[in-house]
């Protein structure tokens, strides 16, 4: 089956921003608490699904946990997230959490019914026509440490990547989600204020393209040859990319928000048509490219709370 190739402007993708400072690390055995509460605003923000014909795709979010404990106070909410793109966000709510270190993060799905009892609870819009979504787990657990600091602002950013979450299926079901193992790696946990963007304006008068997607890769991860082919159940391609984002047609203006700062990019465009007119895009290669200044497109740093902008024209097509 093929995947839907979704924008993602920094990431899928959902985004939940717990706002005020929390500090993430790759691992970590602390439990002990730092003193106090911290306010938690949560949020959600997402990069667009590249599939044309979907208009919407409403998540049904019933509960969210830390460290299996539910947060007090959350209540059941359903969000367009393809109404949220570019950085924009919505507020889920506002919580005070102990400061102390979590190590896991869970989101609980409602696929039957939305905050207001309607059916279903998860779904995509085409022509008019929902599509429900769902898989054979609820719940979405990402392994991530997260330090909430006491008697301080926290914010937090969780990255639902839809381009990796959302599959097309056979049969009278048009779409649903990946695997329950594929979901808990489409999500991408960051503090907000280590975050950063990328943004910039691709030059293509080469590849004729009718699409073309921009991947963040951390330097040194991105093998042509495995990230051009379905990986996975779910047959996902680009499946390691931290994120990407749609070229926009005409302009060539893109955006890549939430980067975790601290690490090394670099960055990968490529073309799509519909060459078979089905309506879905298929992968024509990646595209070679020149940047404009002096800017290593394999080797972008990022400094927290930072945008870099990278310029690039298009000089040739790698099929």
């Known amino acids: 089956m093929k995947t839907i190739q979704l924008r993602r402007r920094h990431a899928l993708t959902l985004f939940f921003a717990f ?3 929390f500090t993430f ?26 599939d044309a014909s979907v208009s919407n795709a409403f998540f049904t979010i019933a509960d969210i946990q830390l460290d299996g404990v539910s947060v007090q106070g959350f209540s059941k909410t359903t969000v367009d997230i393809k109404a949220f793109q570019n950085g924009n966000t919505q507020t889920l709510g506002n919580f005070n959490l102990a400061g102390k270190t979590y190590n896991t993060i869970t ?20 022509g008019g026509v929902k599509h429900k979504l769902e898989t054979t787990t609820n719940s979405i657990t990402i392994n991530k440490s997260i330090s909430i600091s006491g008697n301080a602002s926290n914010s937090i950013v969780a990255d639902f990547d839809l381009r990796k979450m959302i599959v097309y299926a056979s049969g009278a079901a048009k779409y649903k989600l990946a695997t329950s193992a594929e979901l808990a790696s489409s999500i991408r946990v ?11 304006q691709l030059e293509d008068n ?17 093998n042509r040859t495995t990230e051009m082919q379905g990986q996975g159940s779910s047959n996902i391609k680009f499946k390691n990319a931290v994120s990407s984002a749609l070229v926009t047609s005409g302009s060539g203006n893109y955006q890549l928000h ?23 895009m298929e992968v024509q290669g990646t595209l070679v490219v020149s940047t404009i200044g002096e800017i290593d497109i394999l080797n972008l740093k990022l400094n927290a709370n930072a945008t870099l902008e990278v310029d690039a024209v298009v000089t040739a097509v790698f099929p």
Do not use: W
């Open 107 to 126: 989101f609980v799905l409602d696929y039957d019914h939305d905050a207001s009892g309607n059916m279903p609870g998860c779904y995509v819009v085409d």
């Open 19 to 21: 706002s005020l400072v």
């Open 190 to 200: 960051v503090a907000e204020k280590n975050t950063s963007t990328i943004f910039g």
């Open 206 to 222: 080469v590849s004729a393209s009718e699409k073309v997607v921009v991947y963040a890769y951390k330097k040194g991860t991105f």
């Open 25 to 50: 690390t790759s691992c970590s055995k602390d439990d002990s608490t730092t003193g106090g509460s911290g306010s938690t605003t949560i949020k959600v923000t997402d990069a667009p699904i590249d």
């Open 258 to 280: 939430y980067l975790e700062a601290g690490q090394d990019y670099e960055l990968h465009f490529v073309s799509y048509k519909d060459t078979n007119h089905d309506g879905e």
